[in-house]
């Protein structure tokens, strides 16, 4: 017996066909058979041309509606506009840490079945240089579009190693703490008189790190007793009536900034526990919540130092994590720490008006002492 057709089925039929859907999947999905399904489409008196469609077992390809959208150009709908004449204004940072003046580290070389030095202040000079020279070449290279007037430079700590510390540690340094602060003191101060070349203005901001503590025991002592809150304190006197470079030495061990509308929060580290990117991002996100009462949308940019390794990562769709590489080629520490050997590495990034990081460039020392002589 033969079933009436229902307004459903009706309003069905028409859906399958306008989708192109061709009879014998229609009369399937529908109960039919294909007779029902075209003596139905006559009574309705629907019709249809299927001249320029190939039949395909569940599907109807129209050639034709293909080709016309092949020729659509969204682009040329939305043409480009230039939304600025001359040189981008920008501004750039400079993040420096783990730079650890002072240490020793060897480790095995199977090619010569001895010991080698992969760090001593005569390699730490080299990646001195070597950063300087980096720093001017993208200087130079972005030079033809953006105008960066102004350099931060974020001091994140352990600029010396200290050999009041760790027990044993004097085999790994061949210079005093005392001596330590006074190598970096004439580093830093010539390395930012080199940024005086490249840049109208030099901002710098120390934080201290773990390796600075005058005392051996993980304890809070006040930041004012850190070997490396004198080094900074020193480099502000050297600076102090340079109207082209400001030196910020807080006396807490964290220190926000903001650049151009956008804010960043800067550490050391070494109050983060664990040693894996989970354990990291962890821990970050605990913080985040932690400065919620005080600034609830969070900073922009949040940077740390200390686990001797370079990463770049996004903690939410608001805030972005930049952990700074170490200066120590295969430091033993961090193969210790992380079963991986150390890249030496530092961030140089710029600052927009709509981004706090516009482009960014992980500087790697490469193998300086693969470069030395003898």
């Not at 008189?193 to 005392?215: A, C, L, P, S």
């Amino acid at each position: 017996m033969k079933k009436n057709w229902t307004p459903d089925e009706d309003n069905n039929l028409k859906i399958h066909l306008d989708a192109g859907n061709n009879v014998e999947y229609i009369a399937k999905e529908l109960g039919r058979t294909t007779d029902a399904v075209r003596n139905r489409m006559k009574r309705l008196k629907i019709s249809r041309t299927e001249s320029s469609r190939i039949i395909t077992p569940d599907k109807i390809v129209d050639y034709d509606e293909i080709a016309r959208l092949t020729k659509i150009n969204l682009f040329k709908a939305k043409p480009y506009k230039q939304c600025w004449t001359g040189t981008i204004q920008e501004e750039a940072v400079l993040v420096l840490s783990d730079i650890h003046a002072g240490m020793v580290n060897s480790i095995y070389d199977p090619n010569s079945h001895k010991e080698m030095e992969t760090y001593n202040e005569k390699i730490r000079q080299t990646e001195q240089i070597y950063l300087r020279d980096s720093v001017f070449q993208i200087s130079d290279l972005f030079s033809k579009s953006y105008k960066i007037k102004k350099l931060h430079i974020f001091m994140l700590g352990d600029m010396v190693t200290n050999d009041r510390i760790f027990t044993g540690q004097t085999f790994e340094i061949e210079q005093p703490v005392g001596i330590q602060i006074w190598s970096m003191v004439r580093d830093l101060t010539h390395f930012i008189e080199e940024m005086k070349m490249k840049f109208e203005e030099i901002d710098v901001i120390g934080v201290v790190g773990n390796h600075g503590r005058t005392t051996d025991k993980y304890q809070e002592e006040p930041v004012e007793n850190n070997f490396e809150y004198h080094l900074y304190k020193i480099i502000q006197q050297v600076f102090i009536n340079d109207p082209r470079v400001k030196v910020t030495v807080p006396n807490t061990r964290f220190f926000s900034t903001e650049i151009m509308g956008h804010t960043y929060y800067m550490s050391h580290g070494d109050s983060m526990r664990g040693v894996t990117r989970n354990s990291i991002d962890k821990a970050m996100r605990e913080m985040l919540t932690a400065l919620i009462p005080d600034l609830p949308q969070g900073f922009d940019v949040y940077l740390m130092g200390h686990f001797h390794k370079s990463e770049k990562m996004d903690l939410n769709e608001k805030s972005t994590l930049l952990i700074n590489g170490c200066w120590i080629p295969r430091d033993q520490y961090g193969f210790k720490m992380f079963r991986q050997y150390s890249k030496p590495g530092q961030w140089l990034f710029g600052v927009g008006k709509q981004r706090s990081i516009t482009w960014s460039f992980n500087l790697d020392f490469g193998n300086p002492y693969s470069k030395l002589g003898s």
